[in-house]
């Protein structure tokens, strides 16, 4: 796109967002304290993580969108949708169980896959190198994660198979099941554009398909709206989630979490 076109406005998004930020500021000091006492201080650490990684992802795009960087915006608005699916299988799993259980998992088990899956890239180079390692992918789990020694080889496998987007998507799915297309949360309307953007992040010839079609369409710079848009409503919903589960320990944080659900209810985002 050439400079002479004018930039994207994007005010508006920003205003709200701006608003929703604001709540961070005056629930983060009490949040902090819950972190290190209380009942399930890896659950607040946790969610606090997915607010600040959010919060960083949903800023690039929002810049990306104003330079009218269509392609990498795509891309990271897809990270961030990973970002939420994780989030909210940890979030149900807290609502369910009242305990840090969900937290520990994530900690701990979500290395194995991240863990597993480096392995596996670095045997597969070495093989192509001739440095081929003695070590299998699950005994180098075991060597640089702490703990990891005292599970078997199916059981590694069976701990990181559960951050699977595929299972993930499913164990979403079962809590969520609308009983009509009236009443679809806003959650199961954004699972679609994962595997829609999936060509955005590995390079496929569909991601240009895409591009041209929404550029020939006239709708490019809709379509960044949009992106600039759901951005700021899946960070602000992380915030909210995470607030709701706060209120339940502490009932300081009920103000800030009333002033995120008007804020989103506002664009027609995830209300609780």
Partial sequence: MGNDKPLLDISLVRQRDSGIDQTVEEFMPLALKFTKQGPIPKTFRVFLSFIASTEFIKNGILDLAETENVYAAKILFRALIEHLLRFQYVWFRVCEEKSDAAAEDYLKHGLFKEALQIARSWKRVAKILGRDSRLTAHEAVREVIRGAADYSNREIDEQASQFE???????IFEKMKPGGVEEIPFLLRIIPNYGDLSCFVHGAPGAMNVMASLEREGKLMADLLNVAELAS????????????????????????????????????????
């Fill in 233 to 272: 409503q899946i960070a602000g919903s992380i915030k909210m989630f995470s607030l709701l589960t706060f209120c339940q320990y502490d009932l300081k944080f009920s103000s800030p979490y009333l002033k995120v659900v008007k804020l989103l209810r506002s664009v027609g985002g995830p209300s609780k």
């Fill in 165 to 171: 987007y595929t299972k993930i998507i499913e164990y």
